[in-house]
């Protein structure tokens, strides 16, 4: 099985809302990213656990913060969002770094 | 950084047509995937090929690391084959993917 699940597929949230995007695989990959992908663009990394730990952070804003409870779950929490920061946010994961990354169906996020 | 272009970046066809697309990348690389995202934005492994080729029904694909570039074969295309078809390689440090602009497909009845 090369599922990775994300919860919800569509939120729309005020600029003063605080929310939360969640990503779990049960594959024992090791490795987890947060890409965010705008309309008619690729997508772009953000974040990047690896063994539970935060190894890559691509000068993302404040506003966006990870978190890795354990090895199959990533959650995105989100606050004070803008709404330049509506876009489609993807997860991905792999049984290590520099391995075949498997995407998620993505949640929509708009921000009114 | 590494670049990838992927060209043509709009292709359209009819329906039992084959295609080829191409990626090129400016640097060596340890991981190049395929990937076709389809209208809802679900991104979907097509190959995983840092080198070598690979088949897989009407799709294949080729790497040739040594030339930096990597071709993605369609052949007798189908209107389900229609979206962006991204190729993405992995970055010096392999922790993440450089994503090119995609080739958006569509093809006709």
């Known amino acids: 099985d090369t599922e990775v699940t994300q919860t919800p597929k569509h939120l729309v949230m005020g600029m003063t809302n605080k929310k939360s995007l969640k990503c779990e695989q049960h594959?024992?990959?090791?490795?987890m990213y947060w890409y965010k992908q705008k309309a008619k663009k690729p997508p772009e990394l953000m974040f990047v656990?690896?063994?539970?730990?935060?190894?890559i952070n691509e000068s993302v804003p404040s506003r966006f913060s990870p978190e890795c409870p354990n090895s199959s779950l990533l959650n995105l929490h989100l606050h004070a969002l803008q709404p330049e920061d509506s876009a489609l946010y993807l997860c991905?994961?792999?049984?290590?770094?520099?391995?075949?990354?498997?995407f998620g169906p993505g949640t929509r996020l708009t921000v009114t | 950084g590494i670049q990838v272009e992927q060209s043509p970046p709009d292709l359209i066809l009819q329906e039992g047509a084959n295609s080829t697309l191409r990626c090129n990348f400016s640097?060596?690389?340890?991981?190049l995937q395929w990937f076709h995202q389809n209208p809802w934005g679900q991104l979907i492994n097509l190959f995983y090929?840092?080198?070598g080729t690979k088949q897989n029904g009407r799709l294949s694909a080729t790497t040739v690391a040594t030339e930096r570039y990597s071709l993605l074969y369609i052949s007798s295309s189908q209107t389900t084959d229609s979206g962006v078809y991204f190729c993405?390689?992995?970055?010096?440090?392999?922790?993440?993917?450089?994503f090119g602009k995609g080739t958006t497909l569509s093809v006709s009845s």
């Open positions: 656990y690896s063994y539970e730990k935060l190894s």
């Open positions: 594959m024992g990959h090791r490795a």
């Open positions: 640097d060596s690389v340890n991981n």
């Open positions: 993405a390689v992995g970055n010096q440090a392999g922790t993440a993917l450089i």
């Open positions: 090929i840092p080198s």
């Open positions: 991905a994961s792999s049984l290590r770094l520099r391995g075949e990354q498997y």
